[in-house]
């Protein structure tokens, strides 16, 4: 059995600073097509990740043999690999920059997972599937579950000893429909899915069996609604679409591993540079976003980054003013610029680097029904269905697979294939309501570094009113 604690008592001295971090998980997949069971199926990880300080450099080796002798060899690779690299070192780091945590963080649970038996979750999904068909027309139905149970335990030679629990659980029903050669599809969450950490209270039979009707139905409807028209207007947003204009408009451009050059080869940089913090009006006054790691329910909520540093709500924007980025002790301390505690890492054979995690704007005070009542000419978007955005976060153009027009402050027709286009800070300044109301969505497949780490986040966030907006459908 391993004892970390132990173990670490064996290895101090052999570096100037170690740490060692242990990370199990166990991954559950449960998925229904058609009322018949598709994929039922469950994987098990677990290893630890050696860190160490040598010569003013941080180095990592990750190892799935858990022995002393196992951990000894991971210990020996990570100083080589600290050692060579401090020879061409841009920043010299100390133990400072993994400041000293203790404590324990646990997911918010009602039902422990183990609560429902994969034939009760089974059974569930069967009755969604089969609740989806309301019409001839549909062609294909699911429902689809990923549990996930993770364990990360942190002990390093300066003292620190922090465990973290995660219960995750992410869920999606879908339900496409086809008709004179055309198909239409309809999720719960526009392929992000609803990702919480929650316990098996999410596996509710009577709002499954609700949402996955009013699915199916707008799927049949689109078939005969007419394109998005082609024109410029003003846009609301739902909840589950701003998650991702929220995702790749803010939350990925303001990683300062990408602002500092780090993450330019694999997903690209940024256009915001150092100087733009406390300068750069990203948006209207009425964007306040957020970095809050605190959210009870939220996909990547927790107590410390994977540093050690704590984890606080910060705000990044305030009144539309840039003031604070996503990067941890390292990268604050190479750009001089205050940041946050999301130095994080996917799992134990990854080393941690600038990740968002809950990122979310802040309500407004405006209801929904005024929102409505305000636009003459617009249209309403839900569910996100395509996203591009370029290298520098900059030119973005998202899809989404529901639209309704709004006409003299009522929502009227359905729209098929809406689409949107714009740039990040144009966008943001035509901000022009933002509701009192929040939904939490996220994904559990954000991926970023090399190699590549694909890693959770979360984003609560209200609807949104944009003017001048330019759209067009398919």
Known sequence: MLHLERTMNSLKGTADWISLRHVTEKTTFRTVRDEKPDRNHISFDQGVMVEVLVDGHFGFAGTSDLSDSGIKRALHKAVSIAKAAA?????AFSADHRPVAEGKYSSPVVKPLDSFSAKEISDIFVEATRAMSVSDKIVSRSATA????????????SGSDFEQRFSIVSTDFSATAGAGGEMQTRSDSGGLARCLQIGAEVFDRASIIDRSKKLANEAV???SAENCPDTSMDLLLAPDQMTLQVHESIGHPLEYDRILGDERNYAGWSFVKPEDFGKLQYGSKLMNVTFDPTVS???ASYAFDDSGHKATKE???????????LGGLESQSRLNLPGVANFRSSSWNRAPIDRMANINLEPGTSKL?????????GVFMQ???SWSIDDYRNKFQFGCEYGQLIENGKLTKTVKNPNYRGTTVKFWNNLKAVSEVRETFGSPFCGKGEPNQVIRVGHTNPYCLFTNVEVFGA
């Open 369 to 377: 029904e005024d929102m409505i009542a305000s636009v003459e000419r």
């Open 297 to 299: 329910d939220a996909m």
């Open 221 to 223: 409807e689109l078939l």
């Open 383 to 385: 569910a996100n269905k």
């Open 315 to 325: 705000f990044l924007i305030h009144d539309g003013l840039l003031i604070r980025g």
């Open 87 to 91: 020879l061409h070192k841009v920043h």
């Open 146 to 157: 990923m549990i996930v149970e993770t364990h990360f335990h942190t002990v390093t030679s």
